[in-house]
């Protein structure tokens, strides 16, 4: 089984011996364990690496292991969990299966039996990744006009897109860059009742703020220098539709009256004209700010602010929605594909687990760029490592990727002494971390850089907290 070696999997047995005990029957075959004592220990993990398997030995009437397993299967959709018993009983089934578990099985008793159960658990994530693939490219809540998404802070932005699309109120997407503002408005766009009328959109950060007027209102002939006709500006050619105002932050003081009397009395005037000119267009606007800080420092009208602030919608960062990350990636890989008539590509685990990992400061957009980067420039059907960015090669630590490893210094005993273990602890790690540097993540070639064997290189990992890595 050793092209399941990027496969994570997470243990939370009943003893510390049984955790070992299967540790030692999984990590031969190549797979990514680790291993924990209790269930906020197990959570504390799960919150920082990504995992495909959880196996789940405790018994789930504490108070701690009920609580855990559904908080995972929530935070984490795409994980499979099994829960094992040492002895099975009709009543725990039901319960592991009621918060979320694929399966509740008898406790393996040898190595076969264990690699018979992660098999099938696998084979299950497989087939439902297959099935929200499908049900997204169907669509329904995994797939709102192009938002793919299936964590729960995902679902309540859908739901505030369901509830809101088909009035007219005025909607304030709140986000950081990246996020999918755009789409948030699109999809309200296209679910309300004007989405048979235009649907305009106005970057206010990216006009020029001497422009962006004339671009909202348009102007009549002669009304400044280089007016040589009259032109109709965006708000007049939403007229039925809807004009979405993107980074409304930017927009300079002077405009933001104008835009308060368009969303109360829906009248304005061009620049250089004497004529109101009425129309009926619903305003979204987003912002990656903070408008309530922007009002309290005195940069943004505050009477605005509450006008455009009805209905808020936060949309998340993308690390506090990993589980989506997969999705995304599918969604991407998909529509690169389609777009520059190439085929189909897919990530290899350790590459999908690297970008599960990632923490994206670039949000969706990053993610996107980054899958394009990779579709036009891997020449295999699969991509592999080699055409992550270094940034994303974390070979078991943030230290490689952040510049935080340093050349390995010369050896000196200060005046005042020093504490030898801590040294030596610092030093095995730096040259541990170097290891893993130079095979790319690779734990059997970095302990044979160290002549160590493997199982003692994962457990001196283990202990310094480095879990993550290739096989």
Same mark, same amino acid.
């Given at each position: ?39 906020? !220990? ?74 018979? =159960? ?11 990744? !297959? ?30 897109? $369901? ?25 309200? $766009? ?17 006009? +020029? ?9 348009? $102007?009549? @002939? ?97 690390? !506090? ?67 992550? +960015? ?18 390995? +210094?010369?050896?000196?005993?200060? +005046? ?17 971390? @170097? ?27 283990? @202990?310094?907290? =480095? ?5």
């Amino acid at each position: 089984m050793a092209e399941q070696g990027q496969i994570s999997i997470l243990l939370m047995a009943r003893t510390k011996a049984q955790n070992k005990q299967f540790t030692a029957w999984l990590e031969p075959e190549g797979f990514v364990v680790s291993a924990a004592a209790t269930a906020e !220990e197990a959570l504390a993990l799960a919150d920082a690496n990504y995992f495909d398997l959880v196996l789940m030995a405790q018994r789930l009437g504490s108070k701690d292991t009920g609580p855990f397993l559904e908080r995972l299967v929530e935070l984490f959709p795409e994980t499979v969990v099994s829960v094992l018993a040492a002895e099975p009983r009709v009543e725990g089934a039901v319960a592991a299966l009621r918060k979320g578990a694929f399966d509740y099985l008898p406790a393996p008793e040898s190595q076969k039996e264990l690699l018979a =159960l992660v098999t099938d658990a696998l084979a299950f994530r497989g087939q439902r990744r !297959e099935s929200v693939g499908q049900r997204r490219r169907a669509g329904g809540k995994y797939d709102v006009e192009n938002i793919a998404g299936q964590s729960q802070p995902m679902q309540e932005v859908f739901r505030l897109i $369901h509830k809101v699309a088909p009035t007219d109120s005025t909607v304030l997407i709140l986000g950081e860059s990246g996020t999918g503002k755009e789409l948030v408005a699109r999809a309200i $766009h296209y679910q309300s009742s004007r989405k048979d009328f235009p649907l305009v959109t106005v970057n206010c950060g990216a006009i +020029p703020s001497e422009l962006l007027e004339s671009e909202l209102f348009g $102007h009549e @002939k002669g009304a400044f220098t280089g007016a040589v006709r009259t032109r109709v500006g965006r708000f007049e050619m939403a007229q039925g539709g809807t004009v979405f105002l993107d980074e409304i932050g930017d927009m300079p003081p002077m405009l933001q009256v104008k835009i308060l009397r368009v969303l109360q009395e829906h009248q304005f005037e061009r620049v250089g004209g004497t004529r109101t000119i009425d129309v009926d267009i619903r305003v979204l606007a987003a912002t990656n700010q903070d408008l309530a800080a922007r009002v309290a420092a005195g940069d943004f009208r505050e009477d605005l602010f509450y006008r455009l602030n009805v209905v808020p919608i936060q949309v998340p960062p993308l690390r !506090e929605r990993r589980s989506d990350i997969p999705l995304l990636c599918e969604h991407f890989l998909e529509r690169f594909a389609q777009q520059k008539g190439l085929e189909l590509k897919t990530l290899s685990p350790e590459v999908a687990e690297a970008l599960t990992r990632y923490d994206w400061p670039g949000n969706v957009r990053e993610l996107e760029n980054l899958l394009e980067r990779m579709v036009v420039l891997a020449e295999d059907e699969v991509i592999g490592s080699d055409s992550l +960015p270094p940034k994303l090669l974390d070979p078991a630590a943030g230290e490689l990727t952040n510049g935080g490893l340093e050349e390995l +210094p010369e050896v000196e005993l200060p +005046p005042q002494g020093l504490n030898l273990k801590a040294a030596v602890d610092q030093m095995e790690r730096k040259l541990i971390l @170097k290891a893993l540097q130079r095979s790319g993540g690779n734990k059997t070639q970095a302990a044979a850089l160290l002549g160590l064997n493997r199982t003692t290189l994962v457990e001196k990992m283990k @202990k310094m907290g =480095l879990t993550s890595g290739r096989g």
